[in-house]
């Protein structure tokens, strides 16, 4: 026995399977989790399956897609959330006449399995010279199991943003891998800054690739500056947007501090409790108020307020060794690096870690370096890796699905 099995004889066909897995593994374990729910009576299951893909930061985005955006600056808002995902969710709405939950849910898997398609193929596009390995095809399929089982792929399937920004990001990389003219490249970065917080990640990229052309050191600033409009205007549309609206164009930021776990520290007290590692160790200490255990009633592996600060860990120990290993070409360090290092420094302490398992999702370098470890080992050993992490998929997604705040 081995995956992907023998019965699948084309690559087409594994990855078409591959996709299904990882759309069927959080039906699956929602499903389970809602009918095996606890007895307890403060557990609240509904009994609608797109209503359980619509809890929690879904709602949200529901409440923005049907009623647009409300601001307080003395209470949580829903300007904290970014306009893509719920405008396209509206429009898909609109054009169908779907319910709003299930156009977010509609949208969110289609993003999931266009990001599938695109990733195979920049996959197969991309070879970074230092690395010797040439089974492209099965680095591909691994790096495609790797985005399937991700511990917090959950969060891809529901109504969130996660799988939107994942498609728009390997657009950017894949215009950039086939030589698409600048402006495509500046207009994927501006779509995802308006879809993310961290879509600033794929503007820096663009301004690197730009200053490491052969130009002149004036006409390369000059063209940076050019584009960077466009490579921004989601975010520039969203800000102006706010200010016209609601008088602070920087809302969404202001905002943040009533969503936050912890309070605010000052500018040094931050930086070294960054330093430290704060955010981590202090996750399973019993002596905080914040620790793990005092989220929800889930057993530590299948609780990710548990699991946030290992996978955060992982995922930089992945780059790592994609980086030694040359497996990851520049522009992909540069994406990694920006997209996990803007959600620590600006929520790792204030949220004690909470999501951070899901903000790991949206870095895609790390399913390459895993398809990139993963391709040469024999196929018994990557047969049990593949079931026990869908297994354990599954478990997460059981709990989400018995209503546990487990994020």
């Known amino acids: 026995m081995h995956f992907p099995p023998q019965c699948l004889r084309s690559r087409g066909e594994s990855y078409v399977a591959v996709i299904v897995l990882g759309i069927l593994l959080p039906v699956c374990g929602i499903l389970l989790g809602a ?9 609240f299951i509904e009994p609608n399956y797109t209503v359980l893909l619509t809890k929690f930061d879904a709602g949200h985005y529901r409440d923005i897609a049907e009623h647009g955006y409300g601001y307080s600056p ?6 904290a959330f970014f306009p893509a995902f719920p405008l396209s969710s509206r429009l898909l709405s609109y054009l169908t006449g779907l319910d709003t939950s299930v156009a977010l849910v509609l949208v969110a898997n289609l993003c999931y399995v266009a990001a599938s398609v695109t990733l195979v193929q920049y996959c197969r596009r991309r070879k970074p010279s230092a690395d010797s390995y040439s089974s492209t095809d099965r680095t591909a399929i691994y790096a495609l199991l790797a985005f399937a089982l991700h511990p917090a792929s959950l969060f891809l399937h529901l109504g969130y943003s996660e799988s939107l920004f994942v498609l728009l990001t390997l657009l950017f990389f894949v215009a950039t891998s086939s030589g698409s003219p600048t402006w495509i490249r500046a207009l994927f970065s501006g779509l995802a800054t308006g879809a993310r917080p961290t879509g600033v990640a794929l503007t820096v990229v663009f301004v690197v ?7 002149s050191l004036t006409r390369r600033v ?3 500056l050019a584009y960077l409009p466009l490579a921004t205007s989601g975010l520039l549309a969203y800000m102006m947007y706010l200010y016209v609206v609601f008088g602070d164009g920087m809302a969404f930021a202001q905002t943040q501090s009533h969503w936050f776990i912890r ?16 955010p981590f160790w202090s996750n399973y200490v019993p002596q905080y108020p914040w620790w793990w255990g005092s989220h929800a009633n889930v057993p530590a592996p299948f609780n990710l307020h548990f699991v946030n600060p290992i996978m955060f860990a992982v995922s930089i120990g992945l780059i790592a060794i994609g980086a030694r290993r040359a497996i990851l070409t520049q522009d992909e360090l540069v994406f990694a690096a920006m997209v996990l290092v803007i959600p620590y420094v600006t929520r790792a302490h204030e949220m004690a870690m909470a999501s951070h398992s899901r903000f790991t999702v949206v870095c895609f370098p790390i399913y390459l370096v895993v398809g990139r470890l ?9 047969t049990v890796l593949v079931v026990a992490a869908a297994v354990y998929c599954c478990c997460i997604c059981a709990m989400f699905g018995k209503g546990l705040a487990i994020y």
């Open 35 to 43: 009918t095996l729910r606890s007895s307890d009576s403060s557990v």
């Open 74 to 79: 003395s209470a949580r808002s829903t300007v």
């Open 209 to 215: 690739q730009i200053l490491r052309s052969e130009q």
């Open 222 to 224: 000059a063209t940076a």
């Open 263 to 278: 309070p605010r520290l000052g500018l040094e007290d931050k930086i070294l409790s960054l330093l430290s590692l704060e």
């Open 374 to 382: 993963l391709a040469p080992v024999g196929a018994h050993y990557r």
